[in-house]
């Protein structure tokens, strides 16, 4: 089955700097990545997906690449600011398989 | 909101016991996932349902049971509580068939064994 990777498990950044959370799968024919985000005692919430058809898809400040040869794929938070603050999982999946594997998840904390 | 209920919200039972943790999928939704949240852990995948029918397993333990009803909703049966059940259950669902799409979840399901 499907194991995805996520790292950092931690990370801290100055409010305002960037910050990047990388994520690497197992099964090559994963073709859907998408990124959830949690608030403490809130429940996860869809912030951006990508399918394997794109290699970069941007939101606001926020942007996702996958690199589909080498079985990995980012999130990029620009411009961060306090409520960006959270547990952020990538999670992988096929088409016709709507098993969402999860990432062990990366706690972000925007120092002010 | 997300439209997707669970009850109850918090749950305290005592190891051996068994509970029944409770879904109501957004209006529409056809599929519903079950997920277990343990302290500081990832989202583990339990199980999915498509319009009344298991679809997807995952490191579900024999104790767990589910299932969804012709109303869609969905139940998740915990029996011989242990203390490593302790977690929050989410439940998520989502309108797709075979494209996954976004889930929806809701608030969880906080269970203390105790």
């Known amino acids: 089955g499907e194991n995805v990777e996520q790292h950092p498990s931690t990370l801290s950044v100055q409010e305002g700097d960037s910050a990047v959370i990388k994520c690497t799968y197992s099964d090559s024919a994963s073709n859907y990545f998408p990124w959830y985000k949690q608030e403490l005692g809130k429940r996860p919430q869809l912030i951006i997906d990508?399918?394997?058809?794109?290699g970069e898809k941007k939101d606001q400040r926020i942007a996702v690449t996958l690199n589909k040869t080498a079985k990995h794929f980012s999130l990029h938070i620009t411009e961060t600011q306090p409520e960006d603050s959270a547990v952020y999982f990538c999670?992988?999946?096929?088409?016709?398989?709507?098993?969402?594997?999860f990432g062990t998840g990366t706690r972000l904390t925007i120092i002010p | 909101d997300s439209g997707v209920t669970q009850t109850p919200k918090h749950l305290i039972t005592a190891t051996g016991q068994r509970v029944t943790l409770r879904c109501s999928p957004r209006s529409g939704d056809l599929s519903v996932y079950w997920y277990q949240q343990s302290l500081d852990q990832g989202l583990q995948f339990l199980i999915q349902?498509?319009?009344?029918?298991?679809?997807a397993k995952g490191n579900i333990l024999e104790r767990f049971s589910a299932q969804q009803f012709p109303d869609l909703h969905s139940e998740l049966n915990l029996s011989s509580l242990e203390l490593g059940d302790s977690a929050l259950y989410f439940c998520?669902?989502?309108?797709?068939?075979?494209?996954?799409?976004?889930?929806?979840f809701g608030e969880g399901s906080r269970l203390t064994v105790l």
């Open positions: 998520a669902s989502s309108s797709s068939g075979a494209d996954p799409g976004e889930l929806f």
């Open positions: 999670a992988a999946t096929d088409y016709g398989n709507e098993k969402l594997t």
């Open positions: 990508i399918r394997s058809n794109v």
């Open positions: 349902y498509y319009n009344g029918e298991e679809r």
